[in-house]
């Protein structure tokens, strides 16, 4: 079953920020130390780029009192198991995998882990989301799955993010998962009231098919600097009630409104993917 309120991420390595998203209810504050590869897959795209490090764990972790601390390693190499080692040893609570392939690589990383801290598995290639049911069995009880849709997109030559979730590719993902208890996430979630493709429509799709976490984008904390460069423009514990407010709305509302929101949700991806696409 899906969680009474969907869960939320925020990417930051700043104490003081981290502090006050805990404070306003974010449950989970989300180092990124993946550099491997990614410049090169996502240089063109407007999203995060990873500066985070060791010390930043170590300072996140001796703020926090409530919110998890979640550690993106890089994809599966040589420094691998020295990654793993020193994230936990700095304070990581949840380690996440990104980039992989196939069900070899999932149990390498379980067993490198060896069940310290629990693992989110970030699938975000085709053959990773193609592959679920192979590995899906090896997760333990609060380990997680989060589906990372600009990497995804980006495998399947598609120009908009939210293309797969639109033509339905997660629906069976999400039946699998949720038949098997397993906790999972998918991409993000701007603020109600804006994004380019609504932010209303997205946290439906989140409340249609049983989806448990969400990362908040850039649109909650605008990369601010300090805490009162963020409060001059948003508050944070404001906006997060605007959210599981719609999402419980939402819940009432019924199956026959979700889908009536998805197919709102589908014409506007693909709207929007039609504008993106290279003329």
């Not at 990104?98 to 069940?115: A, K, Q």
């Not at 989110?120 to 990773?128: H, I, R, S, V």
């Not at 850039?218 to 599981?244: M, P, S």
């Not at 939402?250 to 709102?264: D, I, P």
Request: proline share 5%; aromatic share 6%.
């Amino acid at each position: 079953m899906a969680p009474a309120n969907l869960h939320c991420m925020l990417i930051t390595a700043n104490p003081a920020i981290a502090q006050y998203a805990e404070q306003a209810g974010v449950q989970r504050i989300f180092i990124d130390m993946e550099v491997l590869g990614k410049a090169e897959r996502q240089g063109h795209l407007n999203t995060h780029k990873a500066h985070h490090t060791y010390a930043d764990i170590s300072t996140l972790r001796a703020v926090l009192t409530q919110a998890e601390l979640m550690v993106r390693l890089n994809p599966l190499h040589d420094s691998t198991p020295s990654e793993i080692d020193q994230a936990i040893a700095h304070g990581a609570q949840r380690l996440m995998l990104p980039m992989f392939h196939r069900r070899t690589e999932v149990r390498r990383f379980l067993d490198l882990v060896n069940g310290r801290v629990p693992v989110t598995l970030l699938t975000e290639t085709p053959p990773a989301l193609t592959r679920l049911p192979t590995y899906i069995a090896d997760l333990g009880p609060t380990d997680q799955i989060h589906i990372g849709l600009n990497d995804l997109s980006l495998g399947m030559g598609l120009d908009f993010l939210f293309e797969p979730v639109a033509a339905g590719l997660l629906d069976p993902v999400a039946d699998l998962l949720n038949q098997n208890d397993i906790t999972w996430g998918f991409g993000g979630i701007a603020r109600m009231g804006t994004g380019t493709l609504p932010a209303e429509l997205v946290l439906s799709e989140h409340v249609r098919l049983g989806s448990g976490w969400v990362i908040l984008s850039r649109a909650f904390h605008g990369e601010a600097a300090t805490v009162e460069a963020l409060c001059d423009r948003l508050d944070l514990k404001a906006e997060l009630q605007k959210l599981w407010a719609t999402e419980t709305q939402l819940r009432q509302a019924g199956q026959a409104t979700l889908q009536q929101n998805h197919q709102q949700f589908a014409a506007k991806t693909f709207a929007l993917a039609a504008q993106a696409a290279p003329r």
